[in-house]
């Protein structure tokens, strides 16, 4: 266990506090204020005939794009008229010096209650491209999400690629015809017959759906699909988001190819390819040219998912189309018949080809957004492995071989993460989280085995024997200014899932991926320390690993999960804690005077004590 670092004396803390309000949250100086307001309430939508009450953001499924500039100050005032507990995420934004805002509930802050509200506010300095907000409770991001794009302060024609004639979002994510919070409960507690009803692109569920469900065949009435009109010769700037909540996803448009610029709110070399491959929270600029001959185009999203032995489960597609303008009228037909043109789609379960897209990232080298050096000295290594793990549901002692006994949980190195009961950030900066011990995630896990071994997917002796679980609210401390390096390996514990992990508050240098087992003897010599990609999302590939290294530059409590909401659920998650550095500029600024606080600790508190479950961490199973 580690104890709280030490914080500031009481005067000094007053005299911070003056400062940080006279100097308006102590951001960095912004080019403009800009300001929303985010009403969360519930909806009625109907898809697949069916009438389904959705918590959206001012009405609106996906909610508001946001367009901001780079160096903006922004103010997101949010009030909460939904019946649930609800914080903002601004996935991917930095947030420097500001960890307040970063909307992660029991870790930076108390969720904003119903008929309460809350004001986020932060700056973008730094960062161009596509990122995007979602709330970050429970199952609800399938609902609550929209795209954030930061333009660059010199506008599009200081692109480092040619300047596009449209700028078009597209979010490809869920429709759940059920309540999201019982499909969160339900995963927590083993029911694992919850999936999504559709797939969406740009919240359309497509022509490949109608009242029966799936069709091929458009019986019935289908669902309107999303369109993307063009003209002959025009270019496009996709900025696509994944927002599902299980499933990474191939995309194609037939008779078209992309060319990727951007990936994570970074500028990537640019490559052409007609497949791209996104996994749920990375986002990915891509350039498309209407260079086919005028008729429609359909555009899949498919999801991906492990082969066998690995469980299978409903995935469906969906579509939209690119239909071209021709003058001043839609060409209603396609390039040779009535039909619209469909792209040849990968098989569901090529997974490798995750892998290959994702390999094909580098960062872009140019003058005008030289992408920070590679850090070549580091001071920390860690091994992390992902899998699953099952712990008795009551008790430290249960019958593992019976399942009514015991709860499948998510780990990274044989851990698996339990909420604390105070919100982190607040009792790592007052020094008031001694009684809230945390468990430091180990630098490896508890034994070496051969980690993507298939015959451990299934239930049995062999993974009972590897898979010994603990839960505890896991954490790991940094010295401000270090440089972290870790290699995550995918595990064939359970499942042989890859892992799209996700970073607050930094991005990360991309060195290596590969299949398989990591061998240091022969990967280091792979790492990329030129032109690695820089992102705050990145994929474990299925059964393979990942090599990053980062720079803990940015003082907080920040969290580190997997951005699948089952395996977010059931506990592969961690907090990265970075120590203050020697300086008022590289400390962190005391919280917000309207910060949601002790109101829902107590609420929280009370719960715990009627239910007798008021337990941060269990010992080991």
Request: proline share 8%; charged share 15%.
């Amino acid at each position: 266990m580690k104890a709280w670092s030490l914080r500031p004396t009481e005067a000094a803390v007053v005299a911070t506090t003056i400062f940080f309000f006279l100097s308006t949250m102590a951001l960095p100086e912004a080019t403009a204020l800009v300001e929303h307001t985010f009403v969360v309430s519930q909806m009625k939508m109907t898809h697949l005939c069916k009438e389904t009450l959705v918590t959206v953001v001012n009405g609106q499924l996906p909610g508001p794009t946001i367009e901001v500039t780079e160096g903006d100050s922004v103010a997101f005032h949010v009030v909460n008229k939904s019946p649930h507990n609800i914080t903002i995420h601004w996935h991917g934004v930095k947030q420097r010096m500001n960890c307040w805002n970063d909307g992660v509930p029991m870790v930076t802050q108390c969720p904003i209650q119903p008929n309460q509200n809350f004001t986020y506010r932060f700056n973008v300095a730094g960062q161009e491209g596509t990122l995007w907000w979602h709330a970050h409770v429970s199952c609800l991001r399938a609902t609550l999400h929209g795209a954030l794009v930061i333009r660059p302060i010199l506008g599009a024609s200081s692109y480092p690629f040619p300047k596009p004639d449209r700028e078009v979002p597209i979010i490809i994510g869920d429709w759940w015809s059920m309540d999201l919070a019982e499909v969160d409960r339900k995963m927590k507690d083993n029911f694992f017959d919850y999936f999504p009803s559709a797939s969406t692109i740009n919240g359309k569920l497509g022509d490949l759906f109608n009242c029966s469900g799936i069709t091929n065949c458009c019986v019935g009435v289908a669902e309107d699909g999303y369109v993307l009109d063009v003209e002959p010769g025009k270019t496009y700037l996709l900025r696509i988001i994944n927002t599902g909540l299980f499933s990474e996803f191939f995309l194609k448009i037939a008779g078209h190819r992309f060319t990727v610029v951007g990936s994570d709110a970074n500028y990537v070399s640019p490559y052409t390819t007609d497949l791209i491959v996104i996994a749920p929270g990375e986002t990915v600029d891509a350039l498309v040219v209407a260079d086919a001959p005028p008729g429609n185009y359909y555009m899949v999203a498919m999801p991906n998912q492990a082969p066998l032995p690995d469980t299978q489960t409903p995935e469906p597609s969906t579509r939209g189309m690119v239909r071209y303008k021709n003058k001043d009228h839609i060409v209603e037909g396609g390039s040779t018949s009535n039909v619209p043109v469909a792209p040849v789609m990968p098989d569901q379960h090529d997974v490798v080809l995750s892998l290959y897209f994702h390999s094909n990232l580098t960062s872009l080298q140019h003058q005008r957004h030289p992408p920070p050096p590679v850090p070549t000295r580091v001071d920390e290594h860690m091994f992390v492995t992902l899998g699953l793990g099952t712990v008795c549901r009551r008790g430290q002692t249960c019958n593992k071989k019976t399942i009514n006994e015991t709860i499948l949980v998510a780990t990274m190195n044989n851990v698996s993460f339990q909420l604390p009961t105070t919100p982190l950030l607040e009792a790592h900066y007052h020094h008031t989280g001694v009684e809230d011990a945390l468990l430091e995630l180990p630098d490896k896990p508890p034994r070496v085995f051969n980690f993507t071994d298939i015959s451990l997917i299934p239930v049995g002796p062999k993974e009972r024997l590897l898979e010994t679980t603990s839960r505890a609210t896991l954490a790991r401390w940094f010295q401000y200014g270090s440089v972290v390096e870790i290699v995550f390996q995918g595990t064939a514990i359970l499942q042989g899932d890859s892992n799209p992990m996700h970073l607050h508050g930094h991005d990360m240098f991309v060195l290596a991926q590969g299949i398989g087992n990591f061998d240091a003897t022969k990967d280091v010599a792979r790492y990329n320390l030129v032109n690695p990609p820089l992102k705050n999302t990145v994929v474990v590939p299925n059964l393979g690993w990942v090599a990053i290294r980062f720079v803990t530059n940015n003082p907080g409590v920040w969290y580190f999960h997997c951005h699948y909401e089952f395996h977010l659920s059931m506990g592969m998650t961690a907090v990265f804690i970075v120590e203050d550095g020697p300086t008022v500029d590289t400390s962190l600024p005391p919280q917000p005077v309207d910060f949601p606080s002790t109101s829902c600790q107590m609420n929280i508190i009370s719960k715990l004590q009627k239910s007798k479950s008021h337990v941060l961490m269990d010992s080991k199973i």
